[in-house]
């Protein structure tokens, strides 16, 4: 059996709740870890969200893994309040799942990703 990537997407976010730009900023305040895995290209075309943590999506999951030896200082345990950013907040869900794979069961993403951050007027940064 073949699947799509729009069910692989839609099982990603199965029984998830993904908090947008709003709850997403509160959180963040309140110690959450926001993440931004897109490419440096995609960035300095759009724009970044101050204090996100860059983490390009090709070695999310070794610096996050809480028990792994390519861990960063921020990767504390699987308790973490991971919440992923993308663009539009695609394929933040299935690195968000991957994530919750390896035991990040708090890990989750920005609904609609960067594009609705910015839409929402939250602070944002010009790459360049």
């Not at 998830?16 to 709003?22: D, F, L, S």
């Not at 030896?69 to 308790?79: C, N």
């Not at 950013?85 to 690195?95: F, H, I, R």
């Amino acid at each position: 059996m073949v699947t799509t990537i729009d069910e692989l997407v839609a099982r990603a976010r199965d029984g998830v709740h993904r908090p947008g730009p709003a709850q997403a900023y509160r959180e963040a305040a309140a110690g959450a870890l926001l993440v931004d895995i897109r490419p440096v290209a995609q960035r300095a075309r759009e724009g970044s969200i101050p204090g996100a943590l860059v983490i390009e999506r090709n070695v999310l999951e070794w610096r996050l893994d809480p028990t792994g030896s390519h861990r960063i200082p921020e990767a504390t345990g699987h308790e973490l309040r991971v919440i992923v950013v993308c663009s539009e907040g695609y394929a933040s869900s299935l690195a968000a799942a991957s994530l919750r794979e390896l035991g990040l069961d708090r890990a989750t993403d920005l609904d609609g990703g960067f594009v609705a951050w910015a839409a929402a007027g939250l602070p944002t940064l010009t790459e360049g």
